[in-house]
């Protein structure tokens, strides 16, 4: 009985979000009614969503056949503030940048200033790797598909030098290993989306924050659309980042990445990202009756440049990567979308071309709710026969996940041996440490007694140590959402610090569940050092 009372519940739920089909025409009068009927159920289905994850804002918005048809915020801007969500409320587009980059160098293209092909060496001289054949013909089209083969450097949590500029980051990549052969494969990287914002600027003479409002945010009309946090200080609607830490979630800072900015630092609300969407629909490249990219050069960032495995090669739809887009299919038509995620902001965005249609999905906090928002919508207009619950869905998977996670959290805490202390007094460990890569660490002695460890001399990335067990200490990052990591000392045979180890997580598995675990991390050995070096 219980069984078929809960059916009944969801079938009256999926009704609710998929009425029956409403006629529609050509014109646009009929479309807007046949999308505001077809998501109808939408703000239940949000708020049922959001109340399970602890969403606390998110904004949806529709465009299809030219036009924006819904828009929507929910929940509110920041935490307890009671200030709502609306349709105009900014948030951080995060990787959803990529794409955005990359149209700003079809728009050059498409002036004769350079090519896809170009060498990266043909606008930025300086521009050297670890491997001298690789530097000479790394071409702009490999920094863009992600087959260049440098990866991640710290992960999401951690800005690589924050407070340095592209040409001095470069300088210490410069000697960074490849992870994978030079177009071997796919190897996802900011830092190259870092570098492709710097050709903007040689190749333009303008810089890529300038670039970006007067080339592509002014002409879509995009006023809520700026490349900075610093931009957001003096705006009202805007939205605050949030995190889930140690069970609950909490508004957290925002934290500047302008030094990549073009691989992830745009802030804008999504009736602004629905024009964006609406230059690659309809006839592509093309706004409200202008020309700004040719269609060639629009659809080449659409190409697949890079086919990534599936289960079934003979039968499953390809999947891959363009130039600043993922590539895939569903329902049999073909999709380009894009997620993004930085500190406590991000966003989904979806191109359904043969339908015409656009759905982009923002949130104030890390979940994995927002492909359920846009499926749910596509499963609406599509008019899908077998209506799917994808909340439950993904909350199912994030709820395992996250359980098992925390179970593997715990294990690696249960090993933690008691009743030990450092090889030597803190003082000991104190001192400045360097590594090619990862530049300098330096460790002090709190006046508290404590240890403390700074990176790169930023005030930012401060961290207190606490004994783990033997030469192994937990780092606590004073900003808590970017959670700890586990530092260890190394000596010599005469019993003198010699090597500090950092950790560094480049993807954690969930980070509502901490740092670690995770499957993909770096352990940076930084050497101990006499002054400053």
């Known amino acids: 009985m ?11 739920l999926l009704l609710g979000l998929f009425p029956p089909a409403a006629a ?33 804002g998110m904004a949806v918005a529709v465009v ?28 951080g587009m995060a990787s959803l940048t990529k794409a955005m980059t990359t149209a700003a160098i079809a728009m050059l293209v498409d002036e004769g200033k350079m090519a896809w092909d170009d060498r990266v060496r043909d606008h930025l001289p300086w521009f050297t790797l670890s491997d001298p054949w690789v530097s000479e013909h790394i071409t702009v089209r490999d920094l863009l598909s992600h087959r260049v083969g440098i990866g991640r450097l710290t992960g999401n ?3 690589f030098m924050p407070g340095r500029d592209p040409e001095t980051i470069m300088d210490f990549v410069r000697h960074m290993p490849f992870e994978q052969t030079f177009r071997a494969g796919y190897v996802y990287s900011n830092i190259m989306y870092m570098v492709a914002g710097q050709i903007i600027e040689a190749v333009s003479g303008s810089s890529w ?63 602004d990202m629905a024009r964006w969407m609406l230059l690659h629909l309809g006839e592509p490249g093309t706004y409200n009756g202008q020309q700004l990219i040719s269609k060639e050069n629009i659809l080449e960032t659409h190409q697949p440049h890079q086919v ?41 965005l979806l191109l359904m071309p043969e339908k015409d249609l656009g759905i982009i999905v923002a949130s104030n906090l890390y979940c994995s709710f927002r492909p359920a928002v846009i499926y749910t919508i596509l499963d609406a207009i599509l008019e899908t026969e077998e209506a799917k619950d994808w909340h439950a869905y993904y909350f199912d998977q994030f709820t395992t996940l996250k359980t098992e996670t925390l179970e593997s959290r715990q294990a690696i805490e249960d090993q933690r041996q008691s009743g030990t202390s450092p090889s030597l007094p803190l003082e000991a460990y104190a001192g400045n440490y360097k590594h090619q890569v990862y530049d300098n660490a330096e460790i002090r002695l709190h006046e508290d007694g404590h240890l403390v460890m700074q990176l790169w001399n930023d005030e930012e990335m401060i961290a207190d140590l606490e004994h783990w067990h033997f030469d192994t200490f937990r780092a606590h990052w004073r900003n808590r959402s970017m959670r700890e990591k586990f530092v260890t000392f190394d000596l ?32 940076v050995p930084y050497r101990k050092v006499e002054g400053k070096e």
């Open 308 to 348: 990534f495995p599936i289960d079934d090669p003979l039968r499953d739809p390809l999947t891959g990567y363009g130039l600043g887009w993922g590539l895939r299919e569903y329902k049999g038509y073909r999709v380009s979308q894009h997620s993004g995620a930085t500190d406590g902001m991000t966003s989904f």
């Open 64 to 91: 299809m056949e030219g036009e924006l048809v819904y828009a929507k915020g929910f929940g509110e801007r920041k935490l307890g503030s009671g200030e709502a969500v609306d349709e105009r409320t900014v948030f």
């Open 492 to 523: 010599d045979s005469l019993g003198t610090v010699k090597q500090l180890n950092v950790q560094f997580t480049l993807r954690q598995i969930l980070i509502s569940a901490g740092i670690y675990p995770s499957d993909y991390y770096r352990i």
């Open 209 to 271: 924050d300038d670039f970006m409002s007067e080339r592509l945010f002014l002409p879509l009309q995009m006023t809520t659309a700026s490349t900075s946090i610093n931009q957001l200080d003096n705006l009202d609607n805007a939205a605050w980042p949030h995190q889930e830490i140690f069970g609950e979630v909490v508004v957290i800072p925002r934290r500047n990445f302008d030094n990549v900015g073009p691989a992830a630092s745009v802030n804008a609300s999504v009736t």
């Open 2 to 12: 219980q069984q078929k009372t809960s059916a009944f519940f969801l079938l009256i």
């Open 157 to 159: 949590r951690l800005r």
């Open 24 to 56: 529609y025409g050509e014109n646009h009068e009929n479309l807007q009614e046949f999308v505001q009927q077809k998501l109808a159920g939408l703000p239940a289905f949000m708020e049922r969503g959001m109340a399970d994850y602890g969403i606390p």
